[in-house]
């Protein structure tokens, strides 16, 4: 069972105030972006049907229909009157998808083999043309068997085009099928066969290129826990993954993938989540630790308590995410779709001039066989799909080709800072000690004191002790004053740690201006009413992040900014220190209006956030980047790009993808463009004749995989 499967299930969307079903369905047989199209016409046009998305990488439709009007069998035969084959989604693994589509094409495969074997024999004769052989093959061999030999090997293709035509629709092969018509009717069988044999061929490339482009999403789905071991009244029971549910328990024993998303009740492991985050440096897991599907126990064992499966776990997430993400095309896909629409209407004009100003016939049909629409259709998706599930490989998901466009065209980039830029809690950054105590000394009793508050400033206190390996004492007795800080009695001493409001008598200087001026908080300690010490305490910078920043700007980013809720002398203290601009004081709404008032102005934003306060303004930026997002439901959705792991690297890193990306979809183009102009132009006045036509044509699909490959390989 593959995860498409593993996740597969309707769901309701609200759509203008109505619900609308969700279902999706395999479809099996495609290899370009115009099958895609094809199929997608076909389904949208069953009643019912709202909105259709047919994915090439993952080979399915999302179809989403009013509630009770989608007739499977209905979608079925839609999908197979476009010429393709729609799978049982209930089908419990990949062996009966492929029986299913072997059994349906094992007829036309066995006619196509033995065509092209005769096909393969007459490509020889005609290699030797200058030698005469060409006219020799054509002497001995008879009009009516080459045209039999012909239709025994064209018979697979001209099924789709006639199907097509039926719909109204033109394939890239309706005008090569044009050519071999043509060319059987001047009598040019074997030119007819060599065609169909370069058409053939050019199939297989496609093929062999789509596969190419689903390669990294099924690499990830092939992680998919297939089942799990659960507990059953003290017994353990291996079942499908399906039929696990919300608060059962998941025994993982050690090097076992985890199969759910849960917390740890039991059990001590560590765990490599390198296919959630992209991370190699495994994390420690133990009792109250939430783990993930599809990360795995390297060393001990684990009971995990469900709390999610399938589609709903964080890994059936970034599948739906990366198998979804060509829904979200580039702007510059979306020009070439719109070209590919004219560009087979224009070579059939072109064809047509060629035949009425030249009287040459075999220029026509040199004209018909070199046009490759299909490599105007591929230029985009291949190098999007590539970037797309080599990033996910890496814990990076970027919902789509719109978004790679947009991150390789952004020129701003807001911060927030807490949690994204900082680690998000505060840290005891300096330990001051007044009239000759020992720091060791301030810190172990504000520690003692500190026990067993729950303040978040409390527990940074302790944090700081166990670092520095000092032993709290137990505190006689404890009170907790809210808003001031706490009192208690350790080792027979008053101790009190707050702030200048619960301590008085602090004294002047010291440094603790300077420890202000850096926007630190201020724990003052004071031991039988005399002030001994201070603790100051600050979110931490991530030690990443000025190296990170230096790296967009090494990209040529205009404007980098953070945005903050802290006070203006925090702000002031951490502009300074990275070297960028610092708004203060700012509410989720005021972020929102920053994100607006630079979009106002031209630029094109991306936004970085921790997706939790920050959402309004990640999903108003042009592209939303959601840091550390493993597990968060709301940074998933609200973001465009979602960074798995905490690690401030990875924001230059996903530009320089987006940027690598633009220029490999633009260079795509300029080669399929000027590579159709040449051939064109070539075959229009007789100097490429349709053989060698017919053999050019499958070659920009191979250019276009050999450039779109380089984005599996990039480093970062």
Not at 368 to 385: D, G, K, Q, R, W
Not at 641 to 647: A, I
């Amino acid at each position: 069972m593959q995860l498409r499967d593993w996740y597969l299930g309707g769901s309701m969307n609200g759509e203008q105030g109505l619900a609308a079903e969700r279902v999706e369905v395999r479809v099996l047989g495609m290899d370009c972006a115009e099958c895609c199209a094809h199929v997608q016409r076909s389904i949208a046009a069953l009643p019912g049907v709202r909105h259709v998305d047919v994915f090439l990488a993952s080979e399915k439709a999302v179809i989403e229909a009013d509630p009770g009007s989608v007739d499977m069998a209905e979608v079925r035969r839609a999908v197979e009157a476009a010429g393709y084959h729609a799978a049982d989604a209930s089908a419990p693994s990949d062996a009966a998808a492929r029986q299913a589509q072997f059994g349906q094409g094992f007829a036309r495969s066995a006619l196509a083999v033995l065509g092209l074997v005769f096909a393969a024999v007459l490509l020889v004769v005609v290699a030797g043309e200058w030698l005469g052989l060409f006219e020799a093959a054509t002497a001995r061999i008879p009009w009516p068997v080459g045209a039999a030999i012909v239709l025994l090997a064209w018979y697979p293709v001209l099924v789709k085009v006639v199907r097509a035509a039926l719909q109204r629709q033109v394939l890239a092969h309706t005008l090569m099928s044009v050519g071999v018509v043509a060319a059987l009717a001047i009598g040019e069988w074997v030119t007819a066969a060599i065609v169909v044999f370069f058409m053939r061929v050019g199939d297989q490339v496609e093929r062999y290129t789509a596969e190419q482009a689903r390669r990294a999403v099924k690499g990830l789905t092939a992680l998919a826990p297939k089942t799990a071991r659960i507990e059953f009244d003290g017994d353990e029971k291996t079942v499908p993954i399906e039929e696990v549910r919300p608060g059962d328990v998941a025994v993982v024993r050690p090097g076992e993938l985890i199969p759910v998303d849960g917390e740890v009740v039991a059990g001590h492991a560590t765990v490599n989540q390198a296919t959630l985050t992209g991370e190699s440096m495994p994390v420690e897991a133990g009792p109250g630790t939430m783990v993930y599907a599809a990360t795995t126990a390297e060393l001990g064992s684990l009971r995990v308590r469900t709390q999610r499966t399938g589609a709903d776990s964080t890994f059936g997430r970034v599948i739906a995410l990366v198998e979804e993400a060509e829904a979200n095309k580039a702007e510059v896909q979306r020009l070439a779709d719109r070209f590919s629409a004219y560009f087979l209407p224009a070579v059939a004009l072109i064809a047509a001039l060629t035949l009425a100003l030249r009287r040459d016939p075999m220029a026509m049909v040199a004209v018909l066989v070199v046009a490759c629409s299909c490599s105007f259709a591929l230029a985009t998706p291949i190098a999007v799909l590539a970037s797309i599930g080599a990033g996910a490989k890496r814990g990076l998901l970027i919902k789509g080709g719109k978004y790679l466009e947009l991150l390789a065209k952004a020129d701003v980039v807001l911060i927030d800072k807490t949690g994204t830029l900082t680690l998000g809690r505060p840290q005891i950054t300096d330990v001051v000690a007044f009239n000759g105590v020992a720091p060791d000394r301030v810190l172990a009793l504000a520690g003692a004191a500190e026990r067993y508050s729950e303040h978040p400033l409390a527990e940074a206190v302790r944090r700081k002790c166990r670092a520095d390996g000092l032993v709290l004492a137990e505190p006689e007795a404890f009170e907790a004053l809210p808003g001031f800080g706490v009192r208690a009695q350790v080792d027979g001493a008053a101790v009190v740690v707050g702030n200048e409001r619960l301590v008085p008598g602090i004294p002047a200087g010291a440094g603790l201006p300077a420890l202000r001026d850096q926007g630190k908080t201020l724990l003052f300690v004071a031991e039988n009413e005399a002030v001994i010490g201070a603790l100051a305490a600050a979110d931490t910078l991530r030690s990443e992040a000025p190296q990170a920043i230096a790296d967009l700007r090494a990209l040529g980013i205009r404007r980098i900014e953070v945005l903050t809720g802290d006070n203006e002398q925090a702000a002031a203290a951490l502009g300074a220190a990275l070297g960028v601009p610092c708004r203060a004081n700012l509410l989720p709404a005021d972020k929102l209006a920053v994100v607006k008032e630079y979009q106002a102005r031209g630029h094109t934003v991306a936004m970085v956030g921790d997706g939790v306060n920050d959402a309004p303004a990640l999903a108003q930026a042009d592209v939303g980047i959601a840091m550390g997002a493993a597990g968060t439901a709301v940074a998933a959705e609200a973001a465009q790009v979602v960074l798995m792991r905490e690690d401030w690297m990875l924001t230059p890193q996903v530009i320089r993808i987006g940027r690598r990306t633009l220029n490999v979809i633009r260079l795509n183009i300029l080669f399929t463009g000027l590579y159709n102009l040449v051939g064109l132009t070539l075959a229009a006045f007789g100097i490429l004749p349709p053989v060698a036509a017919a053999a050019a044509q499958s070659l920009p699909d191979l250019g276009i995989l050999a450039n779109s490959s380089r984005l599996l390989r990039q480093k970062e």
